[in-house]
C-alpha cells in the first residue's frame, strides 16, 4: 500500500459563495493519506460495538476504489456515524455510515436479519484481484478535526457541497420567474455545477452557446404524455419546464456527500406530468472527484413517452461556455479504443441509425485558461439500451435512450462521473469503469 497521497491543500481564508464564478486556481500538494492521518491519533475511545468484514477484490485488481456496500449491523451504528477500518496487517481506514442510496441494493451477505439497516462507504486503495482483505469496522469516536470533511452550505446561489472550504458542487435550483423571457431562460431548470479539485468551477450555466446546457443535467426534448400532450424539458419550450420540488435529504462526513432532491417535469399547460427523485453523491479520491448520479423518474399523469435525439435528450455534462468561445479545437475524446484527435467527434446519426451506442463509457478532456481537465461519463450496465451517445467539441456530451413509463415501470439511471485535471490515462478510464460496472463484494463475517 502506498503510505502518501496528493490530495487537496487547504487555505485558512474565507470560502466565499458571491465569488465562486471566478473562483481562484488552488494549489495541490501533497500530505500524508488518510490512513497514515488516522494512525496518528492520539486515542481511540473503547469500542462498544464492532464487526467483522471481507471485502473480495473478485476478477479484477483494484486502485484508489470507493466502496460502498448495504449491510444490517447493530443498533449502535447510527445514521451518520464516522467509523474505522483495522486490518489484521494493521492498515487502517475511515469509513462512513450513511442511510441506503436511491438506487442501492441489498447485500445478501451483508448481516444479520435484525439491527439497522446502514450503508458503509470507504475508499480502499489497493487490493489486487482474487484476494480478499478482512477489516474490523467498528465506531471511532475520534478526532478528525484534521482531516478534510465534506459539508453543505446554503446561498442565494444554491446548495454547495464543500470539502474542508474547497468547492465540490453546487445544485442550481431556481423558482420559476416568467416576468419576461430572459428571466424564464434563467429560471427554467436545476442543474448541478461541478468543481475541479484545484477549485475550478468547470461546468455551464446559462448563456453562453446553447444556453439550454447547464453543466451536469438531465431531460428529452420529446415527451408525450396524455391524450396526444406534448412536452420538452430539455429546452423548456412553451410553457414546460423542470421545477425543484423540495430537498428530500442531505449527508455528509469525511468520505462523501450526497443529497437527494426532487424534481418535478412540467408539461405543454405547466402541469406535473412526472417526479424525478434526483441523487448525487461525491468521494473524493488521490487525484479527482467521483460523482454518482442517480434518477428514479415516475409518472403522474398515465404513460409517459420519453424521446429525443442525441443532442438534446439523457443525462449529459456541458463544460465552461470559455471551451466553446477559445478553446474547442484542444477538445479531445478519449473513447474504449483509444483516444480521438483534437476536434474530432464521433455521434449516433437518428437518419442511419449509425454511430456510437452502448459504450461503457466515454471521456471529454477539455482546456480552460490554458489548463485541462478531463470528465469521464461512465454507462451503468442496467442502465435502458439503446444508449446512443453525443459528442461535441465545445464540451458537451452525454447519452440518451427511448423508454416508456408508466406507473409500474419506472425509469431507473445511474451513471458515475470523473473529473480530474490533467489527461486521463486509457487503463485509469477502464479501471474505474470496471469499479463502477463491477464493483468489490463486501460480506459481513464471524469475527
Known sequence: MGDSAPVM????????FGIQENIAMRRLITVTSLCLT???????????????????????????TPVSAVMTLPEAFAQGDVVILKSI????????????????????????????????????????????????????????????????????????LVRGKEPILRYVRPTLDESSPEARELTFKPFHHLFAPDGRRVSKGPGGLFTHHRGLFFGFNRVSYGDGKQADVWHARGKAYQ??????????????????VSVGWHGQEGEIFAIETREVTVFAAEEGYSIDFAARVETKAGPVMLDGDPQHAGVHFRADNHVADVSKDETYYLRPDGPGKPGETRNWEPKTGEGPVNLPWNAM????????????????????????????????????????????????????????????TLDRASALDVDFDDPVTVRVVEK
Open 243 to 260: 421545477s425543484h420540488q423540495e430537498t428530500l435529504s442531505e449527508e455528509a462526513g469525511p468520505v462523501l456527500g450526497r443529497h437527494r
Open 9 to 16: 491543500g487547504y487555505d485558512d481564508g474565507f470560502f466565499g
Open 89 to 160: 496487517d494493521g492498515q487502517t481506514l475511515l469509513g462512513q455510515l450513511t442511510n441506503p442510496s436511491l438506487l442501492s441494493t441489498p447485500n445478501i451477505h451483508a448481516g444479520s436479519a435484525e439491527g439497522v439497516v446502514r450503508e458503509l462507504h470507504f475508499l480502499l486503495p489497493e487490493l489486487a484481484k482474487g484476494e480478499i482483505a478482512r477489516f474490523d469496522v467498528s465506531e471511532s469516536g475520534a478526532d478528525l478535526s484534521t482531516i478534510p470533511s465534506f459539508s453543505w452550505e446554503r446561498s442565494d446561489e444554491g446548495d454547495f
Open 38 to 64: 488516522l494512525m496518528l491519533f492520539s486515542a481511540l475511545p473503547c469500542q462498544a460495538q464492532s464487526i467483522a468484514i471481507e471485502v473480495d477484490a473478485g476478477a479484477y485488481d483494484r486502485i484508489r
Open 365 to 424: 478532456s477539455f482546456k480552460i485558461d490554458g489548463d485541462r481537465y478531463t470528465v469521464a461519463y461512465l454507462d451503468h450496465p442496467e442502465n435502458p439500451k439503446e444508449a446512443r451517445y453525443s459528442e461535441r467539441d465545445y464540451g458537451r456530451f452525454g447519452s440518451y435512450f427511448e423508454y416508456k413509463l408508466t406507473e409500474d415501470r419506472p425509469l431507473e439511471v445511474r451513471y458515475r462521473l470523473w473529473l480530474q485535471t490533467g489527461e486521463l
